[in-house]
């Protein structure tokens, strides 16, 4: 099993998409990329746009030798509205755009399903599907909370197994804080987890007792499982301290041979927190924190 981040927070911008190929399917899992509208009261900067422009051209064209494209949910650094015609031809397996669905997403949902049109061979739901294709097993988690409760709305994680080795991609778990997002993944029996961590960069809006009870359960799954790598990225990426922060999941991992890294370094590329760092882009640094989720903070969710 081949398994290649295609964008991340680690490399410069607000992603989760991944191309993981067996000799029986490649599949695309969430193939969006996205920039914080703001970040210490700051737009993103025009080295992130170049960025961003970058990774999508990756996304887009790893989607060219995909046969599944799957969307866990419909944050636009998961799936990119704007462009259906990545999916001509493909299997494509949505989050249920009906059912464990806030309002915001069920209308980007349904928008999203109506530019698809006819460019899938196929539409699916993701929601509990599972799916064989050969000797390579694809199952879907059912819908689990966007964090450590469902006002965020909620997501599907996907597990792909084949031979010895099994990927699980959590998706916007924030975390894992919750037992179902454990539960999933346990059940799985990863060899390599892919773990969106929490959001330690946004403290007043995520409770440090539900940090300190993700960073347990990843802990959990290192000390208790065979998974061999674990990669941290996305939401905890946001954090300039990252590595401060997931302390007890690195020196666990030492403890049981488990690498623990980002995205970007399970690549092999250097780690390049551009919306972390964007006060330092512009010059300014110390800036109050002000984004949410998808922009400008209003109120703690969107």
């Keep these: 099993m081949r398994i290649t981040p295609l964008a991340a927070d680690s490399l410069g911008a607000r992603s989760m998409a991944t191309l993981v190929e067996t000799p029986d ?7 969006g990329v996205r920039l914080g509208p703001y970040r210490y009261g700051l737009p993103p900067h025009e080295v992130e746009e170049d960025r961003q422009r970058a990774l999508w051209r990756g996304i887009r064209d790893a ?44 209308e980007r949902a349904g928008a999203f399903v109506k530019a698809l049109k006819k460019y899938p061979r196929e539409v699916q739901v993701a929601d509990g599907n599972a799916m064989d294709f050969g000797a390579t097993e694809v199952v879907f988690s059912p819908a689990v909370p ?19 080795e099994t990927f699980v991609h959590t998706s916007d778990v924030q975390g894992p804080p919750l037992k179902a997002h454990l539960s999933f993944i346990l059940d799985s029996a990863p060899t390599v987890l892919y773990a969106d961590g929490p959001m330690t960069h946004m403290p007043e809006n995520y409770p440090a007792a539900r940090t300190k009870q993700s960073i347990a359960n990843l802990t959990r799954i290192l000390r208790t ?26 020196k666990a991992g030492e403890e049981h ?16 927190q551009l919306e972390a760092n964007r006060d330092k882009l512009y010059g300014l640094e110390g800036k109050k924190e002000d984004h949410d989720e998808d922009g400008p903070v209003r109120s703690p969710f969107p």
């Excluded at 966007?146 to 010895?164: P, Q, S, T």
């Excluded at 998974?227 to 999941?249: K, N, S, Y």
Aim: glycine fraction near 6%; proline fraction near 4%; hydrophobic fraction near 40%.
């Design 25 to 31: 399917v490649t599949v695309l899992i969430d193939p």
């Design 63 to 106: 989607a060219k030798t995909a046969d599944v494209l799957t969307v866990s949910h419909y944050h636009y650094d998961h799936h990119n509205p704007d462009a259906p015609s990545i999916y001509r031809g493909k299997l494509a397996v949505l989050k249920d755009g009906d059912f464990h669905i806030n309002r915001s997403q069920r």
């Design 146 to 164: 966007h964090g450590f409760n469902d006002e965020l709305g909620y997501v599907v994680m996907v597990r792909i197994a084949h031979g010895g």
């Design 225 to 250: 499982t065979d998974v061999r790598t674990v990669i941290v990225d996305h939401h905890a990426l946001r954090d300039r301290e990252w590595r401060e922060r997931m302390a007890p999941v690195l």
């Design 257 to 272: 041979d488990v690498r623990v890294l980002s995205a970007a370094e399970f690549a092999g590329k250097a780690v390049d």
